[in-house]
């Protein structure tokens, strides 16, 4: 089974930039999608941003024009770059792959992004 790891997460003072990073043990093509999820302390986990074969990305309104994803295919990782990062961005990442012949989904353990003075 294909694994994902996540890193790059870490303490970011208000205003700064982190990218995440998410290597796959296998080929990215193997997914028909794949994203971003964050779940903070007491909330429900949430897509931050997502793709699926053929379509367009889909940002979370709260994080558009902040948030980057993208994917290397030739290094079988994908990233998050998020820029200008709030207090409320905190939250731990989870990268989030749907295998398409067995269209099983996968998760990473997730990495911790506090943003905080």
């Known amino acids: 089974q294909v694994q994902l790891v996540e890193s790059g997460g870490g303490l970011v003072q208000p205003g700064g930039s982190l990218r995440l990073s998410c290597a796959a043990s296998?080929?990215?093509?193997?997914?028909?999608?794949m994203g971003w999820y964050r779940q903070a302390p007491g909330k429900q986990r949430e897509l931050v941003a997502g793709?699926?074969?053929?379509?367009?990305?889909n940002y979370a309104d709260s994080v558009k024009g902040r948030f980057t994803f993208s994917s290397d295919n030739a290094k079988n990782t994908l990233y998050l770059q998020m820029n200008n990062l709030k207090p409320e961005d905190t939250a731990v990442y989870y990268c989030?792959?749907?295998?398409?012949?067995?269209?099983?989904?996968?998760w990473g353990q997730g990495t911790q992004v506090t943003v905080s003075s």
């Open positions: 793709f699926t074969s053929g379509r367009s990305i």
């Open positions: 989030n792959a749907r295998e398409r012949v067995y269209l099983r989904y996968l």
């Open positions: 296998g080929s990215i093509f193997s997914f028909d999608y």
